[in-house]
C-alpha cells in the first residue's frame, strides 16, 4: 500500500539559510587563497599565471558544485511573462550599472582586464566570474523569498539586493578597501533590483546579473 508523501514546504529561515550557504562558498575562496599563500609561500600579488589558473579552477569547481545544489533549492519560477516595460526598465538598469563601472575602472572592464590579464588568465578569469555571478544571483533569490515570505505586502523592496550587499558588498570593505566595498554595495543593489524588475526569473536574472558583473 503506498502512502502519501507530502514534502515540508521550505520556511524562510530555510531560505535564509540557502543565501547564507551561497555567500559562505564565496568565503570559501579566502580559505583557499591563505592555504595556497602557505603552500606557495607568497602572496597571491606574486603568483605565476598557473598558479592563478589553478586557483579560479578549483574555486570554480566548489561554486559550480554548490550553485547546483541551491539552484535545486530555488522557488518555482512565476508563471507569468515578463512584460515589455519591465525588460525595458532591466536594460536601464544594466546599462546603470555598466556605465557605473566604467566610471569607476575609467574603461570598459572587460578591454582593461585583457590588457592586464593576457588571453589565458582573462578566459579563466571570466569563468570565474560567471559563478561567481551564480552565488550572487542565489543569495538574492533566496534573501529575496525569506524576506518576500515575511513581509508578503511588500513588492517593490529588492530585499535580496540588500542582503547581497550586506554580505558580499561590505565584505568587499574589509578585504578590498572602503572604494571597493561601496561600489560592491550599489551593485548589488542594482543586481536585487534588476532580479525585482524581471518578476523573479532567477534563468534570465542570473544572465542580467552576469552581465553587470562582467562588464
Not at 552565488?135 to 523592496?157: R, S
Not at 554580505?167 to 574589509?174: E, N
Not at 554595495?185 to 542570473?206: E, R
Amino acid at each position: 500500500m503506498k502512502k502519501n508523501i507530502r514534502l515540508k514546504a521550505k520556511s524562510s529561515t530555510d531560505y535564509i539559510g540557502y543565501a547564507l550557504y551561497a555567500f559562505g562558498g564565496l568565503g570559501i575562496e579566502i580559505l583557499l587563497m591563505m592555504i595556497e599563500t602557505n603552500l606557495y609561500g607568497q602572496t597571491s600579488g606574486n603568483w605565476s599565471t598557473i598558479k592563478h589558473i589553478i586557483h579560479w579552477s578549483i574555486t570554480c569547481f566548489i561554486w559550480g558544485c554548490l550553485g547546483i545544489v541551491l539552484v535545486r533549492q530555488l522557488p518555482a519560477i512565476p508563471k507569468k511573462s515578463t512584460k515589455k516595460k519591465n525588460m525595458i526598465l532591466a536594460i536601464i538598469i544594466i546599462f546603470v550599472s555598466i556605465l557605473y563601472t566604467s566610471l569607476v575602472w575609467k574603461g570598459f572592464k572587460p578591454i582593461i582586464e585583457l590588457s592586464n590579464l593576457g588571453t589565458a588568465k582573462f578566459l579563466i578569469q571570466y569563468i570565474y566570474y560567471a559563478l561567481e555571478s551564480l552565488l550572487m544571483m542565489l543569495i538574492i533569490a533566496h534573501g529575496h523569498k525569506a524576506f518576500e515570505n515575511w513581509f508578503p505586502n511588500i513588492k517593490i523592496i529588492p530585499f535580496g539586493g540588500i542582503l547581497l550587499a550586506i554580505t558580499w558588498g561590505l565584505i568587499h570593505i574589509f578585504t578590498q578597501g572602503a572604494s571597493t566595498g561601496i561600489y560592491a554595495v550599489i551593485q548589488a543593489l542594482l543586481y536585487g533590483s534588476v532580479y525585482i524588475v524581471l518578476n523573479k526569473d532567477y534563468k534570465i536574472s542570473y544572465i542580467a546579473i552576469a552581465l553587470m558583473f562582467m562588464l
